[in-house]
């Protein structure tokens, strides 16, 4: 049986429930549900990467990517369930404020939400993964690589540097018209 990709229709809920905490009880207590709804909605979209990445007939050079995306979002899961965890004893306690250095952990998860969600579009855009490339974006296919092999190879230092070559080794470099 064929299913379409899953991971892409589920990493919204996690993106969408990373909210801030404000100062009402009421709106508090919102607030803490929407981060356990994140949290589920993570684990869920985790589960649908892997299931999504084993199905994808990768090129060796996009898989590298796809490693990363998934050790980024290992760290983001962590994060997010510590970020849970701290918030739930919060909230438990009966506390009314929050204090400052919960904030900096939700900020560093935010952060770190928004820059996976950066690093996963730019998969896609820029190499195709998990999609059949069709060569028809906007700039050309060096120019969308260039961002996501530059934070690679700052991430994984010993990985290759490079990029501008198709899977198949051709250079398909070429500008938005075709030249």
Same mark, same amino acid.
Do not use: C
């Given at each position: 049986?064929n299913f379409l990709p899953? +991971?892409?229709?589920?990493? +919204?809920? !996690? ?25 589920? =909605? $993570? ?11 084993? /199905?994808?007939? %990768?090129? !060796?050079? @996009?898989? &590298?990517?796809?490693? %990363?995306? &998934? ?5 983001? =899961?962590?994060?997010?369930a510590i970020l849970s ?11 009314? @404020? ?5 904030? #900096?952990?939700?900020?560093? #998860?935010?952060?770190? @939400? ?6 996963? $579009? ?7 993964? $998990? ?6 974006? *906007?700039? *050309? #296919?060096?120019?969308?690589? $260039?961002? %996501? #092999?530059?934070? /690679? ?18 250079? *398909?470099?070429?500008?938005? *018209?075709? +030249?």
């Amino acid at each position: 049986m064929n299913f379409l990709p899953l +991971h892409p229709a589920l990493v +919204h809920l !996690p993106i969408a429930m990373m909210k801030s905490e404000p100062r009402r009880a009421a709106f508090r207590t919102v607030g803490f549900w929407s981060l356990l709804a994140g949290l589920a =909605g $993570g684990v869920l979209a985790i589960a649908a990467g892997y299931l999504d990445m084993n /199905r994808a007939a %990768l090129a !060796p050079e @996009t898989r &590298e990517f796809v490693d %990363l995306h &998934e050790t980024i979002g290992w760290v983001l =899961g962590i994060g997010l369930a510590i970020l849970s965890a701290w918030r739930w004893l919060i909230w438990h306690r009966g506390q009314m @404020t929050i204090n400052t250095a919960y904030l #900096v952990g939700a900020f560093l #998860v935010l952060a770190i @939400t928004l820059f996976q969600g950066w690093y996963g $579009g730019q998969m896609v855009y820029a190499y195709g993964a $998990g999609v059949a490339p069709t060569g028809q974006g *906007t700039e *050309t #296919v060096e120019a969308a690589r $260039g961002p %996501l #092999v530059a934070v /690679r190879n700052i991430l994984k230092p010993g990985a290759a540097v490079g990029g501008a070559e198709s899977p198949g080794g051709a250079n *398909t470099n070429r500008n938005v *018209t075709g +030249h």
